[in-house]
């Protein structure tokens, strides 16, 4: 049995919330249904107070990432529970978070209660929500069916963090180890390596070629530091001021995209982000030219989104979705097959979504695969180069003693 944390509307729409201990977190939501209260959220004590809530939400930024999901999941399961859309709104409203979140709840339920469809008040926050979740929002409105419509687009986001959240997690430790390389090289020739030059003057040993190149690197790096970090700093701020232009951005993403090793997979990750979201939109009834649209703004890669610009005017004309990815020549012929299929068979928007579980689980596939690669061959680098540094300091010492004896 485990302490778990939770929040819930009872019958009569007050805020409850405390702790629990039980087997799981479905053995919680249980409990409190049974005891006629709607659950909001349920969390292990020791992760609770982490970011959940609307506080979460603006750390890092307003209605960002996986607090996002968790706004729209409530949201969701208070029109389930048959709260009005404005005082859903309220309960939100009313549970303990920053002030500017309720701030920003507090004008979304003002603007509802005004007459204003939820779309239409999303969309006057001006940038807070993104296109696609209010273009998703407003066809929920149009068909009726704003609650599923809200559970499916809580479920988008959670996917679409979770494919985010583990391209970042793979990342992380090759990260640290190209930093602790780095790190320990500019100890060793910087200060550890000089060290020994006024023993080696002194007992007057000759230096081999191996240990005046490490300390020509060492004394370098000791005197010029500032320069090498005024090239890097200046490399990173010309690279971002070019890829501003909008030429040369795309050319560098469509160089990105045929690199040998990480063009694969940028592109199984960015087909999976946009699969999805056509996936979902088509799935709410947003019709196929608006999806095209939207689906453009998720994607990270320039190429890509010339790519579907391309296709929607290729839709636009009559033609099917797959003939009209098939003619960017960018899109993996996986992915085109089975849309084809989709389309063939009238169910497109399962299909989709179908190309993005596969894609997903291609692009994690292929993350181990890099990173079951990357680990050692930086730390076979690391252990080479730091067995030239030692044997630069061994050989002169070796000379010494064979001089001495």
Same mark, same amino acid.
């Given at each position: ?13 007050? *805020?409850?919330?405390? $702790?629990?201990?039980? @087997?799981?977190?479905?053995? +919680? ?12 959220? @349920?969390?292990?004590? %020791? ?46 409203? %009313?549970?303990p978070e920053g002030e500017r979140a309720k701030k920003l709840v507090e004008r ?7 007459? !204003? ?16 979740? *209010? ?12 609650? %599923?419509? =809200? ?29 602790? +390389? ?57 690279? #971002? @001021? #070019? ?11 469509? #160089?990105?995209?045929?690199m040998r090793v990480l063009g694969p997979l940028v592109l199984k990750i960015e ?5 999805? !979201?056509?996936?979902?939109? =088509? ?21 890509? %989104? ?10 636009? $004309? ?52 890099? =990173?079951? @690669? ?32």
């Open positions: 049995m485990s302490q778990f944390h939770y929040r819930a509307i009872s019958s009569a729409g007050e *805020i409850l919330q405390g $702790e629990m201990e039980a @087997a799981s977190v479905d053995d +919680v939501i249980g409990r409190l249904q049974d005891q006629g209260h709607t659950p909001l959220e @349920a969390l292990p004590a %020791d992760q609770a107070g982490g970011g959940g809530g609307l506080s979460g939400l603006f750390r890092r930024g307003p209605f960002a990432g996986e607090q996002l999901a968790l706004f729209t999941h409530q949201l969701a399961t208070l029109l389930g529970a048959g709260q009005p859309l404005d005082r859903a709104l309220g309960i939100l409203l %009313d549970l979304v339920r003002d603007r509802v209660r005004g007459g !204003t469809p939820l779309s239409q008040a999303l969309e006057e926050e001006h940038g807070v929500f993104p296109k696609l979740y *209010i273009s998703l929002v407003r066809a929920g409105e149009a068909g009726g069916s704003l609650e %599923d419509t =809200l559970r499916r687009l809580a479920e988008y986001l959670e996917r679409a963090q979770q494919l985010r959240g583990s391209v970042i997690n793979a990342l992380i430790y090759p990260a640290f180890l190209l930093v602790g +390389v780095v790190g320990s090289l500019v100890l060793l020739l910087a200060y550890v390596v000089p060290q020994f030059v006024p023993i080696f003057q002194d007992m007057q040993v000759p230096i081999p070629w191996i240990t005046s190149a490490v300390l020509a690197v060492g004394n370098f790096f000791k005197d010029w530091w500032w320069l090498v970090v005024l090239v890097l700093v200046g490399g990173t701020a010309a690279w #971002r @001021a #070019r890829l501003r232009d909008p030429v040369q951005r795309l050319a560098w993403h469509s #160089r990105l995209l045929s087909t999976a982000r946009i699969a999805r !979201t056509l996936g979902t939109l =088509l799935k709410n009834g947003v019709p196929l030219l608006s999806s095209l649209l939207i689906a453009r703004q998720v994607t990270g890669n320039r190429a890509l %989104d010339e790519s579907l610009g391309q296709a929607a005017e290729q839709v636009k $004309e009559g033609n099917g979705l797959s003939l009209s990815l098939a003619q960017t020549q960018r899109f993996p012929r996986l992915a085109i097959q089975m849309v084809q299929v989709g389309e063939e068979a009238g169910q497109l928007d399962t299909m989709l979504l179908k190309v993005a579980d596969t894609f997903e689980v291609e692009s994690k596939r292929a993350i181990d695969r890099l =990173l079951a @690669a990357l680990v050692p061959a930086l730390t076979i680098v690391m252990t080479v180069l730091v067995a030239v540094i030692m044997a630069a300091i061994l050989l002169p010492l070796l000379s010494l003693t064979s001089n001495i004896q």
